[in-house]
């Protein structure tokens, strides 16, 4: 079946039953998605489904045929740029182990996409991730100041 990942269509020969993280992991070698619990729990298999935060450790694979696929690999805008939500990440120092923070991050980028300014109970609603390494100040932190970081680069560009 044929995905479309990151702006690329992908071919890829599976089962229509396989979960999406398993294709993005073992057939693709995309192995920034993480799998933590395998039951739709904690958030770190999370990737832009058609624009919503999805996790895909029981997702079938058939379910993601037609939608538009992002993945923490594809949201650097280019080789060098970062995102604003990668860039106010490393500014707040979030991550402690990593292990979560792929899937925080997919997360932060769909709120902000649907919520350029978002208040402290508009980020707890939406981040629902699970970070054993208790993070959940320094997300919240980072969420504010991607989105400043968003705000700044949207009045630049339209005052070009
Ligand atoms: S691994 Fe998918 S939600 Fe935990
Ligand atoms: S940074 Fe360690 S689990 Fe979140």
């Given at each position: 079946m044929?995905?479309n ?26 192995t ?11 958030g770190?298999?999370s ?34 740029q ?11 120092q ?10 925080m ?20 609603k ?6 054993r ?6 997300v ?8 400043k ?12």
């Amino acid at each position: 079946m044929e995905l479309n990942i990151n702006g690329k269509n992908v071919t890829v020969e599976v089962e229509d039953t396989m979960p999406l993280l398993w294709v993005l992991r073992d057939e693709l070698n995309m192995t920034g998605t993480k799998y933590g619990c395998g039951v739709s729990a904690c958030g770190a298999c999370s990737v832009m489904l058609d624009g919503v935060a999805t996790r895909t450790c029981i997702l079938p694979v058939a379910a993601a045929v037609g939608k538009p696929i992002k993945t923490i690999e594809g949201i650097a805008d280019g080789e060098n740029q970062l995102s604003a939500v990668q860039r106010a990440w490393i500014e707040h120092q979030v991550p402690q182990c990593g292990y979560c923070q792929s899937g925080m991050i997919m997360a932060a980028e769909a709120l902000l996409d649907n919520n350029p300014d978002p208040s402290d109970e508009d980020i707890d609603k939406a981040m629902t991730n699970i970070c054993r390494c208790g993070t959940y100040q320094r997300v919240r932190s980072a969420i504010k100041g991607a989105a400043k970081m968003r705000a700044g680069e949207n009045s630049l560009l339209s005052s070009l």
